[in-house]
């Protein structure tokens, strides 16, 4: 168990800054059976596809952008689902660049860093007919005693007789010489909300967990620009979202029920926006 004040500056992440609208995903069925992870920054409206699956009675759906850069990591937090639910399910997902099957393929993986006790592999399998699946983990958030507390799993994609792993890395962009790879891939877990490493108030305002709920809930900001690893978030989207987190606060006081909140001195104050969105 790491404690999050020491490492989530460096990890801080759920990945990415948006820019290029060019497609970087690996084209499929294009002879072979490559394998290789292929998260990317969601978008809100257009999509390349969609994934669906089922897990424990529950009905879920991955979709993947695309106009958006691919991603290596990924924060998850539990600070938007209540104390009583005490696991989580996430898909990481993996594609195939050559052939669909008509069965389902097995992905086989290793698991380079991670505590056993801290998650479960549900399964890993590409679906019949498809060129897009992922591998299925149960997040658990029993070991998170604290808010501070975090910890991290990496996985690693292994050839089997289903697939091959030729690919380490794609470029992340075409104008950066950054790399990002496609083999490995980190998930890291976090028990809270805390102020990120990049927090612009001038489009922000004040920093705040009630604030950071609004705008992840409500006005839709994604968490791969809260917490970005590895790279710096993309001013143009914060500067979007916070022009909405203005529009949003206005119209609520305007309607006379403004958004407030309890500070960290105990005092109900109203909820503000930045300066310059």
Avoid: H
Avoid at 214 to 237: A, F, H, K, Q, S
Wanted: one cysteine or more.
């Amino acid at each position: 168990m790491k404690n999050i004040l020491n490492t989530v500056v460096l990890f801080a992440c759920a990945v990415a800054v948006l820019g290029s609208c060019k497609e970087d995903k690996l084209s499929t069925f294009k002879g072979g059976a490559d394998l290789f992870f292929t998260y990317q920054r969601p978008a809100p409206t257009i999509y390349g596809y969609r994934f669906s699956y089922n897990i424990d009675d529950k009905s879920y759906e991955w979709r993947i952008s695309q106009n958006a850069r691919p991603l290596d990591s990924l924060v998850c937090t539990f600070a938007r689902i209540p104390e009583s639910q005490r696991d989580s399910i996430l898909l990481v997902p993996v594609s195939v660049m050559g052939y669909a099957s008509d069965a389902d393929r097995e992905v086989a993986y290793e698991i380079v860093e991670g505590d056993a006790d801290n998650f479960e592999i549900i399964n890993s399998y590409i679906p019949a007919t498809s060129a897009d699946g992922g591998i299925f983990i149960r997040l658990l958030r029993d070991n998170l005693e604290t808010e501070f507390d975090t910890y991290e799993i990496r996985l690693r994609l292994k050839e089997n007789d289903n697939f091959t792993v030729r690919y380490d890395s794609i470029p992340y962009s075409d104008n950066t010489p950054e790399q990002t790879s496609v083999k490995d891939f980190k998930v890291i877990v976090i028990n809270s909300l805390v102020k990120p490493q990049y927090w612009m108030a001038a489009y922000m305002g004040t920093w705040s967990t009630p604030k950071a709920l609004l705008l992840l809930n409500v006005i839709g900001y994604p968490e791969t620009e809260l917490y970005p690893v590895g790279r710096t978030p993309d001013l143009g989207v914060m500067r979007a979202y916070g022009g909405l987190l203005q529009k949003y606060l206005q119209q609520m006081a305007a309607a006379g029920t403004p958004v407030t909140y309890i500070n960290e001195k105990g005092e109900e104050v109203e909820m503000d926006w930045g300066t310059s969105v």
